[in-house]
Nanobody, 128 residues
């Protein structure tokens, strides 16, 4: 059973950058597509960025395009979310989630309901 643990959240000033990590255990990450989601206080959880099982396909929410980058290193069982030009609106708890892939692994999954395994979240606070 896949387990995911996020890290890298911090307090950062507007315009700053952060790298979030999602480390898998109890299963090999190479069999899973991964998504990053976030939930701000009083708001619903929303998708941020997604990567296919084979790592060759990615997808970004409009709010993340041009500022965030998702990548994976299966040798380290880790998926990264690099975030730049952060704004106050990026303040949220960030979660990674995993869905077992199939076939050649090109599918990217963007819905919360697609994912069966979730991490506990890491807090990102953007404030001056």
């Amino acid at each position: 059973q896949l387990q995911l643990v996020e890290s890298g959240g911090a307090l950062v000033q507007p315009g700053g950058s952060l790298r979030l990590s999602c480390v898998a255990s109890r299963a090999s990450l190479e069999h899973y597509a991964i998504g990053w989601f976030r939930q701000a206080p009083g708001k619903e959880r929303e998708g941020v960025s997604f990567i296919s099982m084979n790592g060759h396909a990615t997808n970004y929410a409009d709010a993340a395009k041009g500022r965030f980058s998702i990548s994976r290193d299966d040798a380290k069982n880790t998926v990264y979310l690099d975030m730049a030009s952060l704004t106050i609106e990026d303040t949220a708890v960030y979660y990674c989630a995993g869905k077992r892939g199939n076939g050649l692994g090109w599918n990217v999954y963007t819905r919360i309901s697609d994912y069966g395994t979730w991490g506990q979240g890491t807090q990102v606070t953007v404030s001056s």
